[in-house]
Nanobody, 125 residues
Framework: QVQLVESGGGSVQAGGSLRLSCAAS????????MTWFRHAPGKEREGVAA???????SYADSVKGRFTVSEANAENTLYLEMNSLKPEDTATYYC???????????????????WGQGTQVTVSS
């Protein structure tokens, strides 16, 4: 069974940092692209960061320079390092696997194949 499980969320003050993890299991092959996206109440779902199977990355303008996506293939884990957090970063964060390659701006193309249950990030001012 293909599964993604996020962890590492929490509550921090503005300017703080968090590191999210996404543990993958049951994958029979490396997906072309993985993303972190977030969803806040009353807002549209937003792509935050993407990493292609070739190692290239892209970010939403709102997080560029503050967030870093990386992966540890040997551990089947995707990470999102978040620094200089702002109250507007408050959301539930999800990792996801996509059927096609990165198209930029924190997004992948193709069908969304699997996503996790999410982890809550709350940033207070």
């Amino acid at each position: 069974q293909v599964q993604l499980v996020e962890s590492g969320g929490g509550s921090v003050q503005a300017g703080g940092s968090l590191r999210l993890s996404c543990a993958a299991s049951g994958f029979s092959y490396i997906r072309p692209c993985m993303t972190w996206f977030r969803h806040a109440p009353g807002k549209e779902r937003e792509g935050v960061a993407a990493i292609d199977s070739d190692g290239s990355t892209s970010y939403a303008d709102s997080v560029k320079g503050r967030f870093t996506v990386s992966e540890a293939n040997a551990e089947n884990t995707l990470y999102l390092e978040m620094n200089s957090l702002k109250p507007e970063d408050t959301a539930t964060y999800y990792c996801a696997a996509w059927a096609d390659h990165m198209i930029g701006g924190g997004y992948c193309s193709g069908d969304l194949e699997v996503w996790g249950q999410g982890t809550q990030v709350t940033v207070s001012s």
